[in-house]
C-alpha cells in the first residue's frame, strides 16, 4: 500500500541531463526526510542526496556536487531529482527512499531509510 515509485530515467549522452521523479502513495511524506541512492553493476548501494522534511536542507555526496539537485513538492507528495553534466560513472539504477522518522535526519545511510521504490535506470554513454 505504502509506495515509492521512481520515473524518468533512460538514456543520455555524457554531458546530458535527466530529472527523476518519486510519487509516494500511501503515506503522505511531507514530514519525512527523503533520499536517493544508487547502486551500479557489482557495487554497493551509495548515498547520492537527500533533503530535510521542510527542504530547508539538502545534502550531496561528493561526486555528484554542483551537477545534481534534490528537491521536493509537498503538496505532490513528490521528490526529485535533477542530475546535470552526466558522467559515465552515474551510470546506475536509481532509488528512491523515505527515512523512518518524522522531521528526522535526512542521513547518507541506507539505514537511514524504510520505504524504497523499485529503482530506474540511468545510463550515460560516452
Known amino acids: 500500500q505504502v509506495q515509492l515509485v521512481e520515473s524518468g530515467g533512460g538514456s543520455v549522452q555524457v554531458g546530458g541531463s535527466l530529472r527523476l521523479s518519486c510519487a509516494a502513495s500511501g503515506r503522505t511524506f511531507s514530514s519525512y526526510p527523503m533520499g536517493w541512492f544508487r547502486q551500479a553493476r557489482g557495487k554497493e548501494r551509495e548515498f547520492v542526496a537527500s533533503?530535510?522534511?521542510?527542504?530547508?536542507?539538502?545534502y550531496y555526496v561528493d561526486s555528484v556536487k554542483g551537477r545534481f539537485t534534490i528537491s521536493r513538492d509537498n503538496a505532490k507528495n513528490t521528490v526529485y531529482l535533477q542530475m546535470n553534466s552526466l558522467k559515465p560513472e552515474d551510470t546506475s539504477v536509481y532509488f528512491c527512499?523515505?527515512?523512518?522518522?518524522?522531521?528526522?535526519?535526512?542521513?547518507?545511510?541506507?539505514?537511514?531509510?524504510?520505504?524504497w521504490g523499485q529503482g530506474t535506470q540511468v545510463t550515460v554513454s560516452s
Open positions: 533533503i530535510s522534511w521542510n527542504g530547508y536542507r539538502t
Open positions: 527512499a523515505a527515512g523512518r522518522t518524522r522531521w528526522g535526519p535526512a542521513g547518507a545511510s541506507t539505514r537511514d531509510y524504510d520505504v
